[in-house]
């Protein structure tokens, strides 16, 4: 019995309980409403895609374990993507790594290269997996507060630049950037770049939305600026991108010894994951780009659906240049607790949102916004804006 006297959840995950997002789907489970919560695509990606998935399930290829770092395929597929969209020349056999999505790449990359003690820099408000992994890896989280400024949420340069300490070890990076849509611009990623060279800092970049940009906002991978392949680990994955996000197939691009070092630690989380689908997300890389253009102009339309529908509703809204979230500011309609408006939300209006409070380690920066996830069907998202009309604002 006395073993069960303390709690059982260990201290370093006893913050991470439960997520905001399990309780906001029961939420709109139970009250019927909309959920415009999680950020996951109400249809399937390319009906192609899934054929190829089919037919590598059917020819026996990656049914069994499939090698640690990835099949060849697959490898050769991202080497060839971040060639031709970005420049960068990654060998496939020594600087590709094959992940169980972009999550397990986080966490692989945050427990081999973060020691006990050590500081990681994470831009606020941070995607959720962030701060639990910094935790199980020992680390400790600095995190530096993106700040709403003319429409736009913007890295303080200043304010990283003080972050930085003897002790930080890595500046994890996220552009687009979740939940509030923000894409570094090449200027912003200079600047971190030219720190982190200046610091001899490493730096991680979770970049799956690298192609959900909109309007004139470039995607701009941050191994790409002067002096940071050798100090960069890219992060990527098929889920966003191709709407599979149940597939779950991400990759690493690094140098060799980054890349082997990340290796060590992911060989021990999953060994290998999502066989056939490798062979269907290589398949899907090689897509021509127009597939990639349809894609981005269907997201945008719904961007602009759900953005100028919130703005009617009352809210202010942050149109976001990237990702399929949309941020608002709840203040207009006279709230300033987006938890509290948030839980209200689906009785009020019938939608569930997010409040991006809980991403947020200074909650009185994020108390006042909200996020929308806008990757749902067209009738649904005019549904949801004319639920939220209700609000009177
Ligand atoms: C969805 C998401 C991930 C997780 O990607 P998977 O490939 O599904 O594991 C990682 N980072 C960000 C910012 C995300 O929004």
Redesign the pocket.
């Known amino acids: 019995m006395a073993a069960m006297t303390r709690p059982l959840l260990n201290r370093r995950l006893a913050e991470f309980g439960t997520t905001i997002f399990a309780e906001m789907s029961a939420l709109a489970v139970r009250t019927g409403a909309i959920n415009l919560g999680q950020?996951f695509p109400d249809t399937d990606g390319p009906e192609e895609i899934r054929e190829a998935a089919v037919r590598a399930l059917r020819d026996g290829r990656g049914n069994q374990y499939p090698p640690g770092p990835g099949v060849p395929e697959l490898r050769s597929a991202v080497a060839e993507h971040q060639l031709r969209r970005y420049g960068l020349e990654y060998d496939p056999d020594a600087e590709v790594l094959v992940t169980a999505?972009?999550?397990?790449a986080?966490a692989a990359a945050l427990l081999a290269l973060v020691e006990p003690g050590d500081e990681v820099i994470a831009l606020e408000p941070y995607?959720d997996?962030y701060a639990a992994c910094i935790a199980m890896a020992g680390g400790t989280r600095v995190p530096v507060t993106l700040r709403p400024s003319e429409g736009r949420f913007v890295l303080d340069l200043d304010e990283l630049r003080a972050a930085v300490t003897d002790r930080t070890r890595l500046i994890l990076l996220?552009t687009p950037h979740?939940p509030t849509g923000t894409v570094l611009t090449r200027a912003e990623l200079a600047a971190v770049a030219e720190l982190a060279v200046e610091r001899d800092l490493l730096v991680v970049t979770?970049e799956?939305?690298e192609h959900l940009v909109f309007d004139d906002a470039e995607h701009v991978p941050i191994a790409s600026l002067p002096g940071m392949r050798e100090r960069t680990v890219t992060i990527g994955?098929a889920?966003?991108t191709y709407s599979f996000?149940g597939w779950?197939v991400?990759w690493v691009t690094a140098t060799p010894a980054l890349t082997t070092a990340v290796r060590s630690a992911k060989q021990y989380l999953t060994f290998v994951a999502s066989g056939p689908f490798q062979y269907a997300i290589a398949e899907a890389l090689r897509l021509p780009d127009s597939f990639l253009d349809g894609l981005r102009a269907d997201l945008l339309a719904k961007r602009n659906l759900l953005s100028d529908g919130l703005a009617g509703a009352g809210f202010d809204v942050y149109r976001p240049a990237g990702t399929y979230f949309v941020t608002a500011d709840i203040r207009p309609l006279g709230a300033t607790d987006g938890i509290a408006f948030c839980r209200a939300l689906p009785e009020r209006a019938g939608v569930v949102a997010i409040p991006t409070a809980v991403f947020y380690d200074h909650r009185d920066a994020g108390a006042p916004f909200v996020r929308f996830a806008f990757c749902k069907e067209r009738p649904v998202l005019e549904e949801a804006v004319s639920r939220l009309k209700a609000l009177g604002g």
């Open positions: 950020g999505g972009a999550t397990e986080i995607y997996s996220n979740n979770d799956v939305y994955s889920g966003k996000t779950k991400g």
